[in-house]
């Protein structure tokens, strides 16, 4: 079984300022995880994915998380927002193929001028 | 390369009316799946395929039908439309490592905007 939750339904930061998406998994087994963008009315972008490599995954457009097993958590962020980085956020996991991805509810960044 | 294409990107349906939605994908991936996603909510898998033959049940599967005759192909059938089934389907495929890690990524499709009225 395996299951994501993401901490925050919405996050709000100031262009320039760092984000921090919060997200933390359960999973029977040895899991990839991935962080993937979706802007509005578009389809589902990946950012960054990690499979067991290296803890800290750097992604696209600047972003990167850690895997950290002790805590059950793989965090987003990013060192300086931009107002492009307005979307939306899953956090998903997946530590089987024929169970799928497993999506979290999703946090809505939303960066302020 | 085209990754996943889904067809077609809008469709309004009568209620008891039916449709197939239909999903190539051009990476000889074994793996294909069938998502729909509900306003703010993640995706919930809906069917999946491991190959071309085997198709099983993801957590959303009532009211859907699948099929996967060749590797590229796995169209989502809708056979009695309702409203609850307005929603934006994504499909997907998948990679494995075959090693036994699971280290493998997903290629999306655009996704299928339906809405049921």
């Known amino acids: 079984a395996q299951s994501v939750t993401q901490l925050d339904s919405h996050v709000s930061v100031s262009e320039g300022t760092p984000v921090l998406l919060r997200c933390n998994y359960s999973?029977?087994?040895?899991?990839?995880l991935f962080w993937y963008v979706q802007h509005p009315n578009k389809g589902l972008q990946l950012l960054l994915k990690?499979?067991?490599?290296?803890?800290l995954v750097k992604g696209i457009n600047g972003f990167e998380a850690e895997f950290k097993k002790s805590e059950t958590s793989f965090h987003l962020t990013k060192p300086s927002a931009h107002m492009s980085d307005a979307a939306e956020y899953f956090c998903v996991v997946s530590a089987d193929p024929r169970d799928g991805l497993t999506f979290g509810k999703g946090t809505h960044l939303i960066i302020q001028p | 390369n085209a990754g996943v294409t889904q067809t077609p990107k809008f469709r309004i349906l009568k209620i008891g009316q039916s449709m197939t939605l239909q999903c190539t994908q051009d990476?000889?991936?074994?793996?294909m799946y069938w998502y729909r996603q509900d306003p703010g909510m993640g995706l919930k898998l809906i069917y999946y395929?491991?190959?071309?033959?085997?198709?099983d049940k993801g957590e959303v599967p009532n009211g859907y039908n699948v099929s996967r005759s060749t590797t590229e192909d796995f169209p989502l059938r809708l056979e009695l439309a309702a409203p609850s089934q307005t929603s934006v389907y994504f499909c997907?495929?998948?990679?494995?490592?075959?090693?036994?890690?699971?280290?493998?990524?997903?290629?999306f499709g655009s996704g299928t905007r339906l809405t049921v009225v």
């Open positions: 990690y499979t067991s490599a290296a803890t």
């Open positions: 990476m000889n991936h074994n793996y």
């Open positions: 999973s029977s087994y040895s899991p990839s």
């Open positions: 997907a495929s998948s990679e494995t490592s075959g090693t036994g890690g699971y280290r493998y990524g997903y290629t």
């Open positions: 395929s491991v190959g071309a033959g085997i198709t």
